[in-house]
């Protein structure tokens, strides 16, 4: 499997420092600074000067704590590492910087006022430049969602298979199963709290599952996905438990073709906001737009959900490498719903599907 160039990531966020016009770039962010470095503790900040040392060695210095000097020395051996619970107060009063961009969307108005208090630096305001570069997966990070997305797969296909998702189980007992399940097929732990939403649930687009029991002829959603190194996977399927109604049918196949156009809407260079509408417009003709309720999709990575935000109000257009979601739903409230969705790959030709889980109508 390809590993993580971490150094061609901090030439990169270097480059994006010199055109800002500043010294050095403060990373407090925990999922930042593993994306930069690969360090996976629970307290650490990283400096990232604009330049390299004079002796040409990379210039980044991360901190942490005592509690993790052992794993900075194994995870990150390309760098200093200083010891020190105040990383950020100790990485700016020991820089040469004078200007230094910061994470203005994860620091605090307390640690902001602490940090200017106690040191001389000039913090500038930063517009999410790590996360700018995160938006385009290199091939070390498409493996590792390859892999979170085959463990889903793997794990709901175990569940179909046992004959888990059946009338009389309740909708608590069905999550956890899959949770469980996608842990022993080797994921780190779960995306996030996984759904299971049966009957008039399903109508609900994040429903959390509780008591409720499956039963004969209901709709059966289920969201979920499996991390695996720190990426994560999505993907939504719907079922049937029994047998099948007309109108369950053809709610089905009107999402899987709003589905299959946002699919095919993606490519480099679309607006966000007309992968959507392709999408949507499928929805609309059929007389239901007020019943989709939420964007078509999102970027997925180390985060479940981070950019590109793919939406109505959305702005921007898709980069090549991208990884997103596509899923569209439509929700009968008191009566049910039908998402579906997939994570995938943007390319020059046509998407990379990481789900493979079948999407056709399927009665359980």
């Known amino acids: 499997m390809p590993t993580a160039d971490h150094a061609a990531r901090r030439d990169a966020l270097r480059s994006l420092v010199r055109t800002a016009g500043w010294d050095a770039m403060l990373v407090t962010d925990l999922l930042n600074v593993r994306y930069l470095t690969g360090f996976t503790g629970s307290n650490a900040a990283l400096l990232v000067s604009a330049s390299d040392t004079a002796a040409g060695e990379d210039g980044t210095v991360i901190c942490t704590d005592g509690r993790y000097v052992i794993q900075v020395a194994g995870q990150v051996p390309d760098l200093r590492a200083v010891i020190d619970r ?4 100790r990485l700016l009063s020991d820089t040469p910087a004078r200007r230094v961009g910061f994470e203005s969307h994860v620091v605090s108005v307390d640690d902001h006022a602490r940090w200017t208090e106690r040191t001389d630096v000039e913090l500038v305001r930063a517009a999410r430049p790590v996360e700018q570069l995160r938006v385009v997966k290199d091939e070390s990070e498409v493996a590792l969602l390859r892999q979170a997305c085959g463990v889903a797969d793997r794990a709901l296909a175990t569940l179909i298979e046992r004959g888990s998702l059946r009338p009389g189980r309740t909708e608590k007992e069905v999550g956890l199963e899959l949770d469980h399940t996608m842990l022993g097929l080797g994921a780190d732990g779960i ?26 002829g209901d709709l059966l959603k289920l969201d979920f996905g499996a991390e695996v190194g720190g990426y994560h996977s999505d993907m939504t399927r719907t079922y049937v438990l029994g047998a099948a109604q007309e109108w369950q049918r053809e709610l089905y196949e009107l999402v899987a073709r709003s589905q299959a156009a946002g699919r095919a809407a993606l490519r480099p260079g679309a607006e966000v ?16 737009g007020e019943l989709f ?15 590109p935000g793919i939406g109505a109000t959305g702005t921007g257009t898709l980069l090549a490498g991208a990884a997103v979601t596509v ?4 929700y009968f409230s008191g009566r049910g719903g039908v998402r579906i969705e997939d994570t995938l790959i943007v390319r020059e030709d046509e998407p990379e599907l990481l789900t493979l889980t079948s999407k056709e109508f399927t009665v359980l």
């Open 86 to 89: 105040a990383g950020p107060v």
């Open 191 to 216: 995306s996030f709290e996984t759904i299971v939403a049966t009957g008039a649930n399903s109508a609900v687009p994040h429903h959390r599952p509780d008591a409720t029991v499956l039963r004969h």
């Open 273 to 288: 906001r007309a992968v959507d509408g392709a999408a949507r417009a499928v929805i609309d003709e059929a007389g239901h």
């Open 293 to 307: 309720l939420h964007g078509l999709g999102h970027g997925v990575g180390l985060e479940i959900h981070e950019a």
């Open 327 to 330: 899923e569209p739903g439509v």
